[in-house]
């Protein structure tokens, strides 16, 4: 899977893993840990499932220029996440992340050193 380092607001948050294949958008979080991760940027995606997940989420929905369009914080497994209307993208972080780094609508996020 590609990584990157995620910057938010013009802030460096951490790292993320890039789901951007049909089979990695699939698989998404499940059966990895989102804290060691770090985060997933999954892409085409306008909403996610947390099925078969150990823990909460927080759901960040980008649209096509990058710019946060909807946050949903702490998302527990086993829940559906509805569509989100304009989002082209999604990146799934650690619960409290959106909190913790102050991420809000409208938000610039950047992925860059983009890796294998």
């Known amino acids: 899977m590609k990584t990157g380092k995620l910057r938010i607001g013009g802030r460096v948050i951490g790292k993320t893993g890039i789901a951007d294949s049909f089979f990695l958008r699939l698989r998404g979080l499940i059966g990895r840990d989102v804290s060691a ?5 999954i892409k085409p995606c306008s909403d996610i499932h ?7 989420i927080d759901v960040v929905y980008l649209d096509r220029d990058m710019r946060i369009v909807a946050i949903d914080e702490a998302v527990a497994p086993w829940r559906l996440c509805c569509p989100v209307r ?3 993208a999604v990146l799934e972080l650690p619960p409290g992340t959106c909190v913790k780094e102050k991420i809000k609508k409208d938000d610039k996020v950047e992925i860059f050193d983009a890796m294998y």
């Open 50 to 56: 947390t099925c078969f997940m150990s823990g909460a």
């Open 37 to 41: 991760l770090g985060g997933l940027l």
């Open 86 to 88: 304009g989002a082209k």
